[in-house]
């Protein structure tokens, strides 16, 4: 049986700072237009405690893989990528140092416009949500 206090993603902007609420939005129709058959998956988290932590908000896969996530904080947005560490990131975009996850600080809704963030956004989408050492440990 379905779980039906999970918020959608709609409802859970609905609850995020209004300040950062458009960042989100604009994030959120990047990634649906680079990816238009890609599921939505809301979050079932809550509003962190602390303003250092991130809320995720939504993930996107494609066939049962994540592939990008969206989340925020007081002041800004993040698109987080699953496989970040194998994107071509030519333009210095990425941020972290992390074993795989990569991301991108948005401050306002015209930096999830850029061309260079739907470039990595649609980049993501190519490479997919399975990380390589997956792969080879499946075998």
Known sequence: MANTTEMTVTEQLKKVPPA?????????????AAAPGAEE?????????SSRYMWKIARYAVDGSNVVGIGTFPDHANLFFYRGRELDDGSGLLQGAGKDMRSITLRAPADAER?????????????????????????
């Not at 950062?20 to 649906?32: E, G, I, Y």
């Not at 998956?41 to 405690?49: E, H, L, M, W």
């Not at 061309?115 to 075998?139: D, E, Q």
């Open 115 to 139: 061309p260079a963030v739907k470039r990595m956004v649609r980049s993501a989408f190519k490479l997919g949500g399975t990380p390589a050492r997956a792969l080879k440990s499946s075998g």
């Open 20 to 32: 950062v609420r458009p960042v989100l939005q604009a994030a959120r129709a990047v990634v649906r």
């Open 41 to 49: 998956i809301p979050y079932g988290s809550q509003p962190p405690r």
